[in-house]
């Protein structure tokens, strides 16, 4: 069984909306719930792959995992959020891409931490479910050999 654990990226910090901020405290706080979440996974004994978005608030939402999961997160542009010049049938497709990857690859335990727009656009793909996602919130999924099930929704750890 092959497990998907979506991120939403935890609380940014929005004292400049144009930069590409990091956390706030209350995203570091989001992101230590996450790294606690983890542990309780059993990720320690499961083979984990760790991705994020190229922005700062999703990689330093993970980076916590990094220890545990024994590897290092890996930025891919996949899964950013959708560019003012990007269309949605251009979103929807590298959405579209990392799904499909997904399902062919033979990984324990695969961490997307994205944004906003990407994890409603994966659930439509993956479910034909109409989900959002608060910050510093999960969905896991699993793969068994017949289908994908949403084993737990979180809107915020604690």
């Known amino acids: ?7 939403r990226h935890a609380h940014r910090d929005t ?6 901020n990091g956390l706030s405290l209350k ?7 996450l790294a606690r979440y983890f542990d309780k996974l059993g990720s320690r004994k499961r083979e984990t792959l760790l991705l994020s978005s190229p922005k700062l608030r999703c990689r330093e939402t993970i980076q916590g995992l ?12 996949l899964l950013d959020e959708q ?3 990007e269309t949605t049938g251009e979103f ?3 959405v579209r891409s990392l799904c499909r990857w997904w399902a062919r690859e033979n990984i324990d335990l695969t961490v997307c931490c994205t944004h906003g727009d990407w994890i409603p656009a994966a659930m439509r793909i993956l479910f034909g479910l109409e989900i959002e996602l608060k910050k510093g919130g999960i ?6 050999l017949k289908q994908n099930q949403i084993v737990e929704i979180r ?4």
């Open 1 to 7: 069984m092959r497990a998907l654990l979506l991120v």
């Open 92 to 94: 929807q497709r590298r």
């Open 66 to 77: 990094e220890k545990a999961a024994n590897t290092s997160v890996e930025t891919l542009d």
């Open 139 to 144: 969905i896991l999924i699993e793969r068994t």
């Open 83 to 85: 560019g003012p010049r």
């Open 27 to 33: 995203g570091q706080k989001q992101a230590n719930a």
């Open 155 to 158: 809107q915020q750890l604690r």
């Open 15 to 20: 004292s400049n909306r144009g930069l590409d």
